[in-house]
């Protein structure tokens, strides 16, 4: 196991940059302090070939001026937050409109492009980098001052994982996630891959994607994976393709309101991704009651590493996450951080490589 570290670029205030690269022989991960952004997941195939599995750039430029959130951490709230406003004790919070009329992963002045305090971490069995941040009260529109943490490590049984961890001094709703897109061919479209997941039910949603505060059955639908299926067999029949967020075992329809995990100890696992062709796998485990499944739907001519040019569906997401809306959504589990509470979400991307 190792850890370097190396200068990624600089911002033009003349802010250095840095990327953080981490080994274990089989596999490595770099990520930068930029927007906390996994930059790649390398995977050592067992003849020399090495496949880089996730979309990003080449340089710090290409994350300065990209808008679609290659490998980085968003928030505060992740995904949306229908027109872009909540009420939280009595008071109304008004948030950017950067999603027609809805709020998308925290609006204009999001994580994505912020630089983050980083540190290695190396206990001799997991090997990784701890970001920090203090999100001042009122940063996009949200309450409180929050301290955000947020570790990824990586073991030598290929498990990259990713910590998510705050407290704040007023009530918030938080929904921390990463946005890696990944290809495990390292390259093409991901209409091959094949999905199973632990989920037979899906939030309904209207036009603009936002949750009608309904769970649908996906059985015998097109959004059914509970049975191993290629992502390109029934895409063309749920419009541009997934943006769609699963539900996973942890809900509790008995207890809507268990919400955001208070500690990281239970784990499910929600879904494994294969790819016939290079025989890689990846399954997903997660402490969070929700996974946005998105197929790299509004990718187009998008310049990304080393020139190449992607384009819709080249990449998918699983982002772990609370439900879409939770803020204007009574039924759905909470979202809101407390004082005094210490918001422990933890998800794990376990690799199986080709030898």
């Not at 196991?1 to 250095?16: I, Q």
């Not at 050592?44 to 880089?52: C, Q, V, Y």
């Not at 570790?151 to 990713?162: A, F, V």
């Amino acid at each position: 196991m190792k850890v370097t570290k190396s200068k990624f670029g600089m911002l033009c205030d003349g802010t250095k940059v840095n990327l953080f690269t981490v080994k274990n022989g089989n596999m490595s991960f770099s990520c930068t302090d930029y927007g906390c952004t996994i930059t790649s997941i390398v995977l050592n195939d067992g003849n020399g070939k090495k496949t880089d599995v996730v979309l990003g750039h080449s340089t710090l430029e290409g994350y300065i001026n990209g808008t679609v959130f290659f490998g980085a951490i968003v928030g505060r709230f992740a995904n949306r937050i229908g027109k872009a406003e909540f009420a939280l004790d009595g008071k109304k919070y008004s948030l950017d409109k950067n999603d027609g009329p809805n709020c998308l992963h925290g609006g204009f002045d999001s994580y994505n492009k912020m630089m983050w305090k980083g540190k290695v971490i190396d206990d001799g069995k997991l090997c990784g980098v701890r970001f920090t941040r203090e999100s001042p009260d009122g940063e996009q529109g949200f309450p409180g001052n929050l301290k955000l943490t947020i570790t990824y490590l990586l073991d030598e049984h290929n498990n990259l994982t990713c910590l998510y961890n705050a407290e704040t001094d007023k009530a918030t709703p938080i929904n921390i996630t990463n946005h890696a897109y990944f290809n495990l061919a390292g390259n093409g479209n991901i209409g091959d891959h094949t999905v199973q997941m632990n989920s037979d039910k899906r939030l309904e949603v209207n036009a603009k994607l936002i949750p009608t505060g309904k769970l649908l059955d996906v059985k015998g639908t097109p959004f059914d994976f509970t049975k191993e299926k290629k992502i390109g067999k029934d895409i063309k029949n749920v419009g541009v393709g997934y943006d769609h967020c699963y539900v996973t075992e942890l809900y509790d329809p008995e207890n809507p309101h268990c919400g955001l995990p208070l500690d990281d100890k239970d784990l499910v696992e929600f879904c494994t991704v294969k790819e016939p062709t290079t025989g890689h796998e990846m399954t997903v485990f997660t402490n969070m009651e929700g996974c946005q499944f998105y197929t790299g739907n509004y990718i187009k001519g998008v310049i990304g590493k080393n020139g190449r040019v992607y384009d819709r569906h080249d990449a998918f997401c699983l982002e772990t996450q609370c439900f879409p809306d939770t803020p204007n959504q009574a039924s759905f589990p909470s979202c809101i951080l407390e004082p005094g509470q210490k918001m422990k979400v933890k998800t794990i991307y376990s690799f199986t490589i080709n030898k």
